[in-house]
């Protein structure tokens, strides 16, 4: 099946930074890429969806200029966190969506990059 | 606006019964519901996926349900295995152009050996 990977799982930084996790889509093409994230014990909740050269959604309550979101090609996405804080903290996962559209189409899931800021 | 609910939120049960796991969504008008799997720290996987038109799917010892018209999903696991323990999440596509996936909160299920 269609694998997305995530860069890095796992990232430790100091309150006050960026951090940027990658996303990629190894063996088809995803017009659409989405970002999650969890908080532990709790569910995937949508941040934004982006498509390939636009660009992204916000969900209601997610700050457009603290997660920046470039989807420069339809193998790649990036989440910039800017300035995090440690209430950034999160497991973020995203997802991509074979190109065709559709309701039919499968939205397949990267492993997801664990973000702990200090 | 549509929400996913997954009861219970925890679940403890000996080794080889046959449990079930429920999902309940506020709005019918879904294109597919599909259940996942997550392990603790790690990403998801997929179990089953169960379009609109369909009622049920099944993989070995899991079977999924799905009601459209009451917005209720059943994720039935036979003889339960202490490899089975994870956290499972139902999650149905919706939206304009089924443009989105939203997640219920999720099952944590322990089997006892």
């Known amino acids: 099946g269609a694998v997305v990977s995530q860069h890095p799982s796992r990232v430790i930084c100091k309150s006050g930074t960026s951090v940027k996790i990658e996303c990629r889509s190894l063996?088809?093409?995803?017009?659409?890429m989405f970002w999650y994230r969890q908080f532990p014990k709790q569910s995937l909740m949508l941040m934004a969806t982006?498509?390939?050269?636009?660009?992204?959604t916000y969900e209601q309550g997610v700050e457009k200029d603290k997660f920046l979101i470039n989807h420069a090609s339809l193998t790649l996405s990036t989440l910039t966190v800017t300035s995090a804080h440690p209430e950034d903290s999160s497991f973020y996962i995203c997802?991509?969506?074979?190109w065709g559209g559709g309701a039919a189409d499968t939205q397949y899931f990267g492993p997801g990059t664990r973000l702990t800021v200090l | 606006k549509q929400e996913v609910t997954q009861i219970p939120a925890a679940l403890s049960v000996p080794e080889g019964e046959n449990l079930v796991l429920n999902c309940s969504f506020t709005?019918?008008?879904?294109?597919?519901l599909q259940w996942f799997r997550q392990d603790p720290g790690k990403g998801l996987t997929s179990l089953l996926l169960?379009?609109?038109?369909?009622r049920e799917q099944t993989s070995g010892r899991l079977n999924a349900s799905l009601d459209k018209s009451s917005g209720r999903s059943t994720l039935y696991i036979a003889a339960s295995q202490p490899g089975d323990s994870a956290t499972y999440l139902c999650?149905?596509?919706?939206?304009?152009?089924?443009?989105?996936?939203?997640f219920g909160s999720g099952t944590r299920l322990s089997i006892r050996p």
């Open positions: 997802s991509a969506r074979e």
């Open positions: 709005d019918s008008a879904i294109y597919n």
């Open positions: 999650a149905v596509r919706t939206g304009s152009s089924a443009s989105k996936i939203i």
């Open positions: 063996d088809f093409q995803a017009t659409t």
């Open positions: 982006s498509n390939e050269g636009s660009k992204a």
């Open positions: 169960i379009q609109s038109s369909q």
